[in-house]
């Protein structure tokens, strides 16, 4: 009878810290993910895809038009990828 008791008391305690130790860890990255977007950020994203395209030729093209896209960012807070656009980026 005391066994089933210990191992009734150890399987809710070890639940209950892994809960804990969840709930911590929600805590703590919860500011990582709740980020603003900025339109700076998406510029860097886009100028970063430009480096990584193999056809040279076409970088300084891409560079350019991620300029024009941060731009128009500024001015009404939506980015343009040309595939997506979303809205609601902080106009830094």
Same mark, same amino acid.
């Given at each position: ?12 305690? $070890?639940? $209950?810290?892994? !809960? ?11 500011? $990582? ?5 900025? %339109? ?5 994203? %886009?100028?970063?895809? %430009? ?9 300084? @093209?891409? @560079?350019?038009? &991620?300029? !024009?896209?941060?731009? $128009? &960012?500024?001015?009404?807070? &939506? ?7 979303? &809205? ?5």
């Amino acid at each position: 009878m005391m066994r089933l008791f210990d191992s009734q008391v150890l399987l809710r305690t $070890a639940v $209950a810290v892994s !809960v804990v130790l969840t709930a911590v860890a929600l805590l703590l990255f919860q500011g $990582a993910l709740g980020a603003p977007m900025r %339109c700076s950020g998406e510029q860097t994203i %886009c100028i970063n895809s %430009c480096k990584k395209n193999p056809d040279r030729s076409t970088l300084s @093209i891409c @560079i350019t038009n &991620c300029g !024009v896209r941060q731009s $128009a &960012c500024m001015k009404n807070g &939506c980015w343009d990828s040309g595939f997506q656009k979303y &809205c609601g980026l902080l106009k830094q």
